[in-house]
């Protein structure tokens, strides 16, 4: 270091505990806003960053307070800051946390800053032993998000970096103690590897809550999205999605000269089924319907819901006969096998309207629109019926 840079690892240790305390403020101040499945997470995440400064504070305290306080207790609530960012982790992700492969490295800390801080001092072995076990937390946080994470989503690297970079630091910190133990005589000895360790740790929990925010924040916005094209109840697509993607599919059904068909599928006498069982059978029946549904069509068919019990299948590169094959499909799966709503077992039947992209169509409605109007003809000529669009070929299917 040149003779004239001043570094004092106490006051890098008090200015990175009041950034991390200050980032775990605002984090706390923005943990009501995030979706119901990320607060767990975000609990933790502020516990960590609450934790931490409280950890190195007392390591500032080393030589002025006992030793239990500024070692042992100091290592131990780092150690759980640490355990806390990873399960921070392991809820966004909403895996179940497992604490056993973060519990084992905080006893190792806790137990080697006991026995080489209190009942044998060796500073060099509890260095080492304690590097390494925080370390070792640290990494298991890094895979927890990196398993997880989408590809795409460049911003779990944030995160993901510091935590390894961290973990990285520490490790480093236990080789280096390793090959030259006289290289740390002291924890506030100024070398690279101390100005490493208690500089570059006190900033990145500050960039890794950043990150944390940030994946909040994201998390947020996709499921605003989601819950702006997603029917509440069935978790289909709803009629707004279905209106988009349907216009989108046209276009692209045109530009490729390829067919597209829709089947307006609507469940006879649905209205009986509330009168009967009640509205939650009612609301029941809605969800085995799409699942049923689901379970007959291909991998890039879409299925939305129109509004009550009428329901949408958006079928790229269909022709009118494979449409009017599947709409059957459907339709006798539902004939041959009742519902089952809790214990009871109620048989269901659909009408299907099928229509096909002709050239006359403009609008994506106008085609939805040819659908329905096979629809009601189906539910006119009796119900339990599959009735194709005149302009897509009629067909009628009465058993
Ligand atoms: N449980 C439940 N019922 C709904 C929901 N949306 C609409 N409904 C009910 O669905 C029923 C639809 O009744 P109708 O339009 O008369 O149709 P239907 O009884 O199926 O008769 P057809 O279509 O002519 O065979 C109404 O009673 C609505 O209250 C919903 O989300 N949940």
Same mark, same amino acid.
């Given at each position: 270091?040149?003779?004239?840079w001043?570094f004092?690892?106490p006051?890098?240790l008090?200015?990175? =505990?009041? %950034?991390t305390l200050?980032? !775990?403020l /605002? +984090?706390m101040a923005v943990?009501r806003?995030? $979706?119901?499945?990320v607060?767990?997470a975000?609990?933790?995440?502020v516990v =960590?960053? %609450?934790v931490?400064?409280? !950890?190195? /504070? +007392?390591?500032t305290?080393r030589?002025?307070? $006992?030793?239990w ?7 131990a609530?780092? =150690?759980?800051?640490f355990?806390?960012?990873a399960?921070a +982790? ?8 497992r ?5 084992a490295p ?7 800053s006991v026995w ?7 500073l060099t072995a ?5 590097s390494?076990?925080?370390?070792a937390?640290?990494?298991y946080g890094?895979?927890t998000?990196?398993r ?7 911003l779990h690297h944030?995160?993901g970096?510091s935590f390894?970079a961290a973990g990285g630091i520490?490790?480093?910190?236990a080789g280096?103690?390793l ?5 740390v ?9 101390q100005?490493?360790?208690?500089a570059?740790g006190g ?12 994946m ?5 916005a996709?499921e605003?999205?989601?819950a702006?094209?997603?029917d509440?109840?069935?978790d289909?697509?709803?009629?707004r999605?279905?209106?988009e ?6 276009a692209?059904?045109?530009?490729h000269?390829m ?7 609507d469940?006879?006498?649905?209205k009986?089924?509330n009168?009967?069982?009640?509205h939650a059978a009612g ?5 085995r319907?799409v699942e049923?549904i ?17 329901f949408?299948?958006l079928?790229?590169?269909?022709d009118s006969?494979s449409a ?5 499909r459907?339709?006798?799966?539902f004939n ?13 039947t659909?009408s299907i309207?099928?229509?096909v992209?002709?050239?006359a169509?403009?609008l994506?409605s ?7 109007r096979?629809?009601?003809?189906a539910?006119?000529?009796?119900r339990n019926l599959?009735i ?10 009465r058993p």
């Amino acid at each position: 270091m040149s003779p004239d840079w001043q570094f004092d690892i106490p006051s890098a240790l008090l200015v990175g =505990a009041l %950034l991390t305390l200050l980032i !775990g403020l /605002v +984090l706390m101040a923005v943990a009501r806003s995030v $979706p119901d499945a990320v607060r767990p997470a975000v609990r933790w995440w502020v516990v =960590a960053t %609450l934790v931490q400064p409280a !950890g190195f /504070v +007392l390591i500032t305290l080393r030589g002025g307070a $006992p030793a239990w306080a500024t070692v042992v207790l100091a290592n131990a609530l780092i =150690a759980f800051a640490f355990v806390a960012y990873a399960l921070a +982790l392991h809820r966004f992700f909403g895996s179940r946390a497992r604490p056993a492969p973060l519990l084992a490295p905080w006893l190792v800390v806790v137990a080697g800053s006991v026995w080489w801080g209190l009942l044998v001092p060796d500073l060099t072995a509890r260095l080492v032993v304690v590097s390494l076990a925080m370390a070792a937390i640290l990494a298991y946080g890094a895979r927890t998000l990196y398993r997880h994470a989408h590809r795409r989503d460049r911003l779990h690297h944030v995160v993901g970096l510091s935590f390894a970079a961290a973990g990285g630091i520490l490790a480093y910190r236990a080789g280096v103690l390793l090959v030259d133990p006289a290289r740390v005589t002291g924890v506030f000895t100024l070398n690279h590897v101390q100005i490493l360790t208690y500089a570059v740790g006190g900033i990145l929990p500050v960039v890794a809550t950043v990150g944390f925010l940030l994946m909040g924040n994201e998390r947020s916005a996709r499921e605003l999205e989601r819950a702006a094209r997603v029917d509440y109840l069935t978790d289909c697509y709803n009629r707004r999605a279905i209106e988009e993607l349907g216009a989108r599919m046209m276009a692209a059904a045109r530009r490729h000269g390829m067919s597209l068909a829709v089947l307006v599928i609507d469940l006879d006498h649905f209205k009986r089924i509330n009168d009967e069982l009640g509205h939650a059978a009612g609301d029941e029946a809605l969800v085995r319907s799409v699942e049923r549904i689901r379970d007959c069509l291909r991998a890039d068919d879409l299925l939305g819901r129109l509004g009550g019990e009428e329901f949408v299948v958006l079928m790229p590169n269909t022709d009118s006969a494979s449409a009017v094959a599947a709409a059957e499909r459907i339709r006798e799966n539902f004939n041959a096998l009742p519902l089952v709503l809790g214990d009871v077992l109620r048989p269901v039947t659909l009408s299907i309207g099928v229509a096909v992209l002709a050239p006359a169509d403009r609008l994506f409605s106008q085609l939805l629109q040819r659908g329905d109007r096979a629809m009601y003809a189906a539910k006119n000529a009796g119900r339990n019926l599959v009735i194709a669009d005149p302009m897509s070929g009629w067909v009628d299917t009465r058993p």
